[in-house]
T-cell receptor, first 115, second 111 residues
Framework: DTGVSQNPRHKITKRGQNVTFRCDPI?????LYWYRQTLGQGPEFLTY????????KSRLLSDRFSAERPKGSFSTLEIQRTEQGDSAMYLCASSYTSGGTDTQYFGPGTRLTVL | DAKTTQPTSMDCAEGRAANLPCNHS???????VYWYRQIHSQGPQYIIH???NNETNEMASLIITEDRKSSTLILPHATLRDTAVYYC????????????FGGGTRVLVKP
């Protein structure tokens, strides 16, 4: 079990540019979650997938944000036309469930800085 | 999900037990209590969770009151590496539900 991995760990970009982050969940985990965390705050939910299906999206996920999970394995989160307010830590978590509750395990995060 | 209330910060001595309280007076019967911690600049780390019985694992113990309106996370022998923000989260007993993080308790373990 290698844990959840995220790449890149850090990203600095200029306002208006597009960025894409990748999350590799724990092997065999069928659920994958994205959260965003700004400085001094707790993580906030963005969206989650069960296998390849995106089942819920937060109102925080504006039209500039898109997430995919092709083939139900890794996931990507893309932000188009970045704004300074997008600067945050983007966290990915994965879990396994066959019904009932599931425990989410987090990756190290990708820290985005928009200049 | 029910709201939780935690102290903003607390200090504890290295080697001593750290008792972290959490109030969740509006918890429903189908809601679990989860604890995560986040060490500076890292992703949250799962610690433990419970429904109504006390739970123990290699990291900590979780004590839930009989009325389930509050709980205490116990770190039996705090080390400097336990310095972190600890989040108490109440979550509906159903797969796929998001975690709703509050402000957490900033715990500083001192030598």
């Amino acid at each position: 079990d290698t844990g959840v991995s995220q790449n890149p760990r850090h990203k600095i970009t200029k306002r208006g540019q597009n960025v894409t982050f990748r999350c590799d969940p724990i092997s065999e985990h069928n659920r994958l979650y994205w959260y965003r965390q700004t400085l001094g705050q707790g993580p906030e939910f963005l969206t989650y997938f069960q296998n390849e299906a995106q089942l819920e999206k937060s109102r925080l996920l504006s039209d500039r944000f898109s997430a995919e999970r092709p083939k139900g394995s890794f996931s990507t989160l893309e932000i188009q036309r970045t704004e300074q307010g997008d600067s945050a830590m983007y966290l990915c978590a994965s879990s396994y469930t066959s019904g009932g509750t599931d425990t989410q395990y987090f990756g190290p995060g990708t820290r985005l800085t928009v200049l | 999900d029910a709201k939780t209330t935690q102290p903003t910060s607390m200090d504890c001595a290295e080697g001593r037990a750290a008792n972290l309280p959490c109030n969740h007076s509006t918890i429903s019967g189908n809601e679990y209590v989860y604890w995560y911690r986040q060490i500076h600049s890292q992703g949250p780390q799962y610690i433990i969770h419970g429904l109504k019985n006390n739970e123990t694992n290699e990291m900590a113990s979780l004590i839930i009151t009989e009325d389930r309106k509050s709980s205490t996370l116990i770190l039996p022998h705090a080390t400097l590496r336990d310095t972190a923000v600890y989040y108490c989260i109440v979550r509906v007993r159903a797969a796929g539900n998001k975690l709703t993080f509050g402000g957490g308790t900033r715990v500083l373990v001192k030598p």
